[in-house]
């Protein structure tokens, strides 16, 4: 058997194919350092754990005051910072539940993204967690304790 007969040729859709190039680990990294530099410059370096209280407090209350509110926030002109404020999430998620991985729920409506909606699961209990959901709560009053209470119960069952 050849090593060209071992690979497989999976064609995608183009919305899943614009999710799968999204989820890379390589652009997830870069993505999440960006934020962290651009959007809240001197607050934390990508090698602190970022994902973890107090620093995860200090950058959510930094994020609130770059984003303001929801319109703000999905204003094209912020579109590049919110893609990292939702993949930090995700990744802030992923670092405290071991197995929790990125899933596509295309029907999430995340008016950021074209035609995919990146979500959170664990693979072998599809129990997950709604990143839109979790991002909503930054603009409400009590929203940076209950996004640290959603990081904190991700994927959990009710």
Not at 29 to 52: H, M, N
Not at 117 to 135: C, F, M, Q, W
Not at 140 to 152: A, K
Request: proline residues 6%.
């Amino acid at each position: 058997m050849s090593d060209e007969q071992i690979g497989f040729d999976i064609q995608f859709d183009d919305k899943t194919q614009a999710f799968l190039e999204w989820a890379t680990p390589e652009l997830m990294e870069s993505q999440i350092r960006a934020f962290l530099t651009q959007t809240v410059p001197g607050i934390a370096d990508y090698s602190d754990e970022w994902w973890k209280r107090p620093l995860l407090t200090r950058l959510l209350e930094a994020s609130k005051q770059v984003f303001g509110d929801w319109s703000g926030f999905i204003a094209p002109e912020n579109r590049e910072s919110a893609d990292g404020f939702v993949r930090f999430i995700g990744e802030c998620c992923i670092r405290l539940h071991a197995g929790m991985a990125w899933t596509n729920r295309p029907g999430s409506d995340w008016p950021i993204y074209n035609g995919f909606g990146p979500s959170l699961h664990y693979p072998e209990t599809d129990n997950g967690a709604s990143l839109k959901r979790i991002v909503e709560w930054l603009f409400d009053d009590d929203g940076i304790r209950m996004i640290e209470y959603e990081i904190r119960t991700a994927g959990k069952p009710a």
